[in-house]
């Protein structure tokens, strides 16, 4: 086959053309979210707790019934226009109750997440960046901790303690945090000797500046799974504690207890179980999507 | 082995001592007297009953003969049953609860691997989603809530299974399903991912090219392999049945440990709550260490010795 010259052109070098960056430049979270949003499931979760987190603002003022008052004259309706997720044995609102729920539940959950945090951050932190002798105690110390059954040592702190709000967190986080610090020991192992710490370092930086400004941002990303798949597991906890009798005490509605009252009426009054126990699986549902759909964006691996 | 074996006892001692040591300082700080009740005990009575239970005594005193007891493998009286011990209660509860954790623990890994296999081998086709969907719901659900919509739907409304109790086989369905529904869905996504590791190694492609039938591949090649990372998971797996009977056993009625654990909470019986949290965690302990020692003897790639974990 011929080809005639003149269908080339000789077009040079173009220094200039060759060193445009033809895509816009991304920073990391950028990239991370453009991953995280192809991920249908997660993008579902995220949109479902949106949901979730604005019923729980706005939820209980969209009903005239406070969830506390009682009227023995409806108790046990079912959902109806009036009510519209039913009453309870009490005559309660259980449309209001499940609002008041999901803040209570959503608070545990995030109250729980931030002091694995703070503790975890630290203690990872300083054992990881430490290193040698600090490094080895601290984390022997968290491994014979670690062996303690978790829920098994939250019961027994809840009998001790009584029952109430600040101390089922407490008991959350007795051990909750370990899991947080050893990730993050892990993640500053890996980071402390890249060459921008040293740099860093000698340019006088200390190590709260260091640890501050280039370690923890740098780990942020396993953190952050980490934050989001323990506000399910705290939720869970408090639904289960409520359930074995060790929960809060009323009048406080939380889904746990609202759970732990509607079995006991289950066969007649279904709804009373049906609403508080639905918005537990709904919740631990787009929580833990949401957190498996930031691990797989985080993840370097899962690159095309 | 026998040095790593010996390290890990050694923790495990320890994680042990800290449990008995904090349940005992965590039950003298209770609130309330184990033997308060509505009308007000003579003075002398209850000199004598704590001389009785031994709570005259100074508190190392104590402490040191709660010690020695656990180690004799006494857990101590009920102070709200005064005919019963511990003992007799984990004797009489145990054989119940395990019966019905083997059966929920045969579900959960029988039906899990099963649907990681068979999501790995339709790796992002439907086959794949809809286990994996399975799986998402199986975390999302909380065991007592599946156990109550189970009880509601299947007992209740339609009636193929009685609704509580514990008496043949055709009782003990529903709260095993229930109780082995989370760590199904855990086995099943633990077994997928593995199982797709599996898959992408070389001498997969090799079995493929010598001409070795599929059937062959993955039962001879790849399942084996993968099945590794499922026995690691055995550990947290007895630990959640153990913690799920608590709920499952009050919601059916199934006397059994965990039911009396729960009724031994509400009673706020402390003698009770302090045994059997013992006991709860001698078993799960020990059970963790039986699988990690396991998991050493299977995976020949792991070297214990020296206490560190290979790569």
Not at chain 1, 3 to 15: A, C, N, P, R, Y
Not at chain 1, 67 to 87: I, V
Not at chain 2, 69 to 77: A, E, L, Q, S, T
Not at chain 2, 163 to 175: G, I, K, N, T, Y
């Given at each position: ?17 060759a ?33 979730l ?70 203690w ?27 829920l ?8 001790v ?18 899991n947080m ?8 192992l ?9 740099a860093?370092?000698t340019l006088?930086?200390n190590?709260?500046?260091i ?15 980490t ?35 509607g ?42 | ?18 449990i ?13 007297n ?21 709570l005259?005594k ?9 010690l ?10 009920s ?42 081998l ?8 809809t ?66 590791e ?36 055995m ?10 009977s608590?709920?499952i ?63």
């Open positions: 086959m011929q080809i005639s010259k003149d269908k080339f052109k000789l077009v040079g070098t173009q220094l200039g053309e060193e445009k960056i033809s895509k816009p430049s991304l920073s990391f979270w950028k990239d991370v979210f453009i991953r995280f949003r192809k991920n249908k499931l997660a993008l579902f979760g995220l949109v479902l707790l949106g949901l987190i604005f019923m729980a603002i706005f939820g209980p003022y969209m009903t005239p019934y406070d969830y506390a008052s009682n009227d023995l004259s409806n108790k046990n309706q079912a959902p109806s226009s009036e009510h519209w997720f039913g009453t309870d044995d009490l005559g309660r609102d259980m449309f209001a109750r499940t609002w008041e729920g999901a803040r209570i539940s959503i608070f545990i959950g995030v109250a729980a997440a931030v002091i694995d945090l703070i503790i975890g951050v630290l990872g932190g300083i054992a990881g960046y430490k290193g040698g002798r600090t490094d080895e105690g601290m984390m022997r110390f968290a491994d014979i901790l670690y062996g303690v059954p978790y098994l040592l939250v019961i027994l702190l809840m009998v303690l009584g029952q109430g709000l600040s101390t089922m967190i407490i008991a959350m986080s007795i051990t909750g945090w370990i610090s050893r990730i993050v020991r892990g993640q500053v890996s980071l402390k000797n890249q060459e921008y710490v040293l860093a370092k006088g930086a190590t709260s500046r640890m501050a400004k280039h370690l923890i941002p740098n780990s942020m990303g396993p953190i952050l799974v934050m989001t798949l323990t506000v399910p597991s705290a939720i869970f906890t408090e639904a289960f504690l409520s359930f074995i009798g060790l929960g809060l005490t009323p009048p406080i509605a939380s889904w746990g207890t609202m759970a732990n009252d079995l006991a009426a289950m066969r007649y009054y279904p709804w009373r179980l049906f609403f508080p126990a639905v918005f537990i699986c709904l919740t631990i549902f787009a929580f833990n999507v949401v957190g498996d759909g930031l691990r797989d964006a985080l993840d370097p691996r899962m690159r095309k | 082995m026998a040095k790593y074996i010996g390290k890990r006892l050694l923790y495990m001692i320890l994680s042990l001592w800290m008995v040591t904090a349940t005992f300082f965590f039950m003298r700080i209770a609130p309330g184990p033997f308060a009740s509505e009308k007000k005990l003579p003075p002398e009575i209850e000199a004598n009953l704590n001389a009785h239970f031994g005259d100074p508190w190392y005193a104590q402490y040191w003969e709660y020695v007891r656990i180690v004799n493998w006494d857990f101590g009286p102070f709200k049953y005064k005919s019963q011990t511990v003992n007799d209660l984990i004797n009489e509860g145990f054989p119940v609860s395990f019966l019905l954790g083997m059966e929920a623990i045969f579900i959960a890994v029988a039906v899990g691997v099963l649907l990681g296999i068979i999501a790995a339709k790796h992002n086709r439907w086959p794949d989603y286990a994996m969907i399975v799986a998402v719901l199986g975390i999302s659900v909380p065991s007592f809530i599946m156990a109550s919509f189970l009880q509601y739907f299947l007992a209740i409304k339609m009636g193929i299974f009685p609704v509580a109790r514990w008496e043949s086989f055709m009782h003990s369905v529903l709260p095993a399903v229930a109780l082995a529904s989370t760590p199904m869905a855990f086995i099943a996504r633990l077994t997928r991912s593995s199982m797709l599996v898959l992408a190694n070389d001498y997969i492609k090799t079995a493929k090219s010598k001409g070795l039938s599929r059937g062959v591949i993955t039962v001879k090649h790849t399942i084996r392999n993968a099945l590794l990372p499922v026995v690691t998971y550990g947290p797996l007895t630990a959640g049945i153990l913690t799920g608590f709920v056993e009050r919601i059916f009625g199934i006397p059994g440990l965990g039911a009396h654990f729960v009724t031994s909470i509400n009673n706020r019986d402390y003698t009770v709550i302090m045994g059997v949290t013992v006991f709860y965690s001698i078993l799960l302990l020990v059970s963790i260490l039986l699988v990690d020692i396991a998991y050493g003897i299977i995976d020949p790639r792991i070297k214990l010795a020296g206490g560190k974990k290979g790569e």
